[in-house]
């Protein structure tokens, strides 16, 4: 699977962006799909994950409410809504892709994408 996120930027604190992933390579319908990002001197960390079906979902608790995962399996794409931004979320965002499980473990991943939020 070859993710490509697009999307990021910079934005200022309480705004909102949505992030997109672009799939290709295979039965990107049976596939689970995730969101993680990593900030400069962390580790990456899970945002919010989705299974294949789209019928379930999950989300780290600091965006819970904030960010809703989509996707849309007809244009083998998945998104990262996220509003009410917070500059703790400032960090590169990255798609990733299961056959399993939408908690993982990952197998593909994309280049990721830069969010920044300002105060």
């Known amino acids: 699977v070859q993710l490509v996120e697009s999307g990021g930027g910079l934005v200022q604190a309480g705004g909102s962006l949505r992030l997109s992933c672009a799939a290709s390579g295979r039965t990107f319908s049976r596939t689970a799909m995730g969101w993680f990002r990593q900030a400069p001197g962390k580790e990456r960390e899970f945002v919010a994950g989705?299974?294949?079906?789209?019928?379930?979902?999950g989300y780290a608790d600091s965006v819970k409410g904030r960010f809703t995962i989509s996707r849309d399996n007809a244009k083998n794409s998945v998104y990262l809504q996220m509003n009410s931004l917070k500059p703790e979320d400032t960090a590169v965002y990255y798609c990733a892709a299961n056959s399993g499980s939408y908690r993982g473990p990952y197998d593909y991943w994309g280049q990721g994408t830069q969010v920044t939020v300002s105060s």
């Open positions: 989705m299974t294949w079906s789209g019928g379930g979902t």
